[in-house]
Every structure is written in structure tokens, then in C-alpha cells.
């Protein structure tokens, strides 16, 4: 039974070994969190707490840890609901309303600064491209050789792409090469788009001079923007981990964070989902592993994600707090239009 001590005695557990990474006694549970029972109550409610699976004692202490069931437990009853702290705060902010910045590269400099505050491997899950159909192209020029496109989809949503030629590209040959693609391509499912290219590519080349340039820039822009959109920062900082010391575990890891299918599954699976906390904010756990995940939306149909990766041993209240953060900042920037800021 789960009286009111016993979660006292859990959660100084619980918040001792995610500070120490060491297994927890009743010794250090009395000294540390200064708790007014007796080192025998201690020990008969911890073993207690491992007969209902909250706790594991390890072979090489006398000691607990928590167990996945007690993670579950702690972040779906325990978890605080604190704020973020101003220096993180002002830090993730700061990545979305830096200059020449669009919402890819402001997603991506966010996931490095979160990786660094958290000591983990942190990324992001893109909008699911697969169902949408190409509504239209803007290709705005900067000089003759840069231009920035934007894809925009039936569903609403934006996609900024930037083109670097390697000629000189007319602005005649731009006009030409927008106004065929968007009078063929209209309607053509994302994933399809490559393929449609290779149809129009004999048209393109009657019309447009440097069709080759433009024909390469669209289709490796149509390709990236079909593929599943899932990226990852801060992978070496696992390494620092004491939980994955162990090759094996490592390299494990290592296979899942290439298995872009896996992340793409697990956003849309509502089995894979552990834990919703109060806020909103989804844990999963896999073995030694914690995977943290808060939902921006871009817009009603559409949403994305941003992943925290770690040890199962991880500070929960403050990754939330930033995670959740950070998909708010990338909400606002989506619905302020920047998906279609020029670099």
C-alpha cells in the first residue's frame, strides 16, 4: 500500500538518484533529506516500494534505484510544475528571433542549445509530408545566383527551401520555370513530386535556358522535403552518460536515433505513450532509455515535435519545462509567418 510516507521516502529516492546517479540507502535518504523516521522504517518502506516495482536493488549495493514502473509513477503523480529558469529561457527565445533565421534552422539551433542544457541527444519530428499535395511555389530571387522557394501545401502549410546556383540564373528563366511547375505540379502529392519532375523536365528544357540548374535545385528541394523530416543534436552526449558505459547499450541507442521510421511511428502511436503529464508533455521509456516529447502544431492539421533522448535517470521537471518552451516559441513563430522568412 502507497501511504503517504512511502512516496515521501520514493521520491527523495527518486530525486537523489537522478542527482547522484548512485544508488540510494536509507542512510543517505536520513542524512541528505533529513526525514523524521528511523533508518529501520526507511529500509522496511523501501523494500516495500521494490515488492510493488518501484524500486530495483542493483548487485553491487545494498541501494535502490528506481525502476521504469517507478518513473512512470513519479512523473505521472510527482512531477512538478515548475517554470522555466530565466536563463534557459532567455537562451531558447533567443534562438527563434535571431536575425536571417527561418523556422528549420530555427528548430535546429533550438535543439543544440536544449542538447547543451540538458547534457542529452535532443531533435525535432517535422510535420508529416506524406499526405499533403503541392498547392503552389514561390521563388523569390536575391541575386543571380541565390534565390529562396517557398513550397506551400493544400493544408495550409510552408516550406522555405534556399537555392545557391552555381551560374548565373536569370530572372526571365525563374518567371518561366515557376510558372510551369506550378500549372503542372498543383495537386501532385509531396511524395510524388520527384518523379512529376522527371515528366516535365522535356518541357522545362524547350522553355527555360538554365533548366538544368533549376530542374537539380527543385527535385534534391522536393526529395528533402518529402523524406521524413527528423533531426538529432548532441548524439555524443550520451558517451557521458554513466547508464550507457556499456557498449552494447550504446550502440543500441545509436541504431534507434538513425531509425527515422521509428521516431515518425512513435509520434502518431498513442500505445507508445507512457506517461501524458498535466501540462502535456509525453514520456516514453525502453529499457535504460527516457524519451521526452512535447507537440508544436503548425497549424489545425498539422503538427511536429521536440524530443528529449536520455537516460531514464533525468532531471523530468526541467526537461518538460524546456521542452514544452520551446514548442511554444516554434508555435508562435509558425503562426507570425515564418515559415516564409528570406534568408
Not at 555524443?236 to 547508464?243: F, G, H, K, S, V
Not at 507508445?272 to 532509455?289: I, M, R
Request: charged content about 25%; aromatic content about 8%.
Amino acid at each position: 500500500m502507497l501511504t503517504p510516507r512511502r512516496i515521501e521516502i520514493f521520491k527523495a529516492i527518486v530525486d537523489e538518484y537522478i542527482r547522484t546517479a548512485e544508488p540510494v540507502g536509507s542512510k543517505t535518504l536520513a542524512q541528505q533529506y533529513h526525514l523524521p523516521y528511523s533508518s529501520a522504517t526507511i529500509r522496511n518502506d523501501m523494500q516495500v516500494l521494490e515488492e510493488m516495482g518501484y524500486l530495483e536493488k542493483t548487485h553491487t549495493s545494498s541501494g535502490r534505484i528506481p525502476s521504469t514502473a517507478g518513473y512512470k509513477f513519479y512523473c505521472e503523480n510527482l512531477l512538478n510544475d515548475s517554470s522555466l529558469d530565466k536563463k534557459m529561457e532567455v537562451a531558447i527565445r533567443d534562438a527563434f528571433v535571431a536575425a536571417n533565421m527561418d523556422i528549420e534552422e530555427a528548430v535546429h539551433v533550438s535543439c543544440q542549445i536544449l542538447s547543451e542544457m540538458t547534457n542529452m541527444t535532443t531533435g525535432a519530428i517535422g510535420p508529416d509530408s506524406s499526405t499533403q499535395r503541392l498547392e503552389h511555389i514561390k521563388l523569390f530571387p536575391i541575386d543571380n545566383r541565390n534565390a529562396v522557394c517557398v513550397f506551400i501545401t493544400n493544408t495550409g502549410h510552408t516550406e522555405t527551401k534556399n537555392f545557391h546556383f552555381e551560374e548565373e540564373v536569370s530572372l526571365n528563366d525563374i518567371e518561366n520555370c515557376t510558372e510551369i511547375l506550378n500549372d503542372r505540379l498543383k495537386d501532385v502529392p509531396i511524395i510524388d513530386l520527384p518523379e512529376r519532375m522527371q515528366e516535365i523536365k522535356p518541357e522545362l528544357s524547350t522553355v527555360v535556358q538554365r533548366h538544368d540548374l533549376l530542374f537539380t535545385a527543385f527535385v534534391q528541394a522536393f526529395v528533402r522535403f518529402a523524406s521524413e523530416n527528423v533531426y538529432f543534436s548532441g548524439r555524443d552526449r550520451m558517451l557521458y552518460q554513466p547508464e550507457f558505459e556499456d557498449i552494447s547499450k550504446l550502440k543500441k541507442l545509436m541504431s534507434l536515433l538513425d531509425d527515422s521510421s521509428v521516431w515518425k511511428k512513435m509520434s502518431s502511436d498513442t500505445k507508445a505513450v507512457a506517461v501524458k503529464t498535466s501540462s502535456g508533455a509525453e514520456l516514453s521509456w525502453f529499457n535504460d532509455v527516457a524519451v521526452v516529447r512535447s507537440t508544436f502544431h503548425v497549424n489545425e492539421k498539422e503538427s511536429g515535435q521536440l524530443v528529449v533522448v536520455g537516460p531514464s535517470r533525468m532531471n523530468y521537471d526541467k526537461v518538460v519545462a524546456m521542452l514544452e518552451y520551446a514548442a511554444k516559441m516554434i508555435e508562435k513563430m509558425y503562426n507570425s509567418g515564418g515559415g516564409e522568412n528570406k534568408k
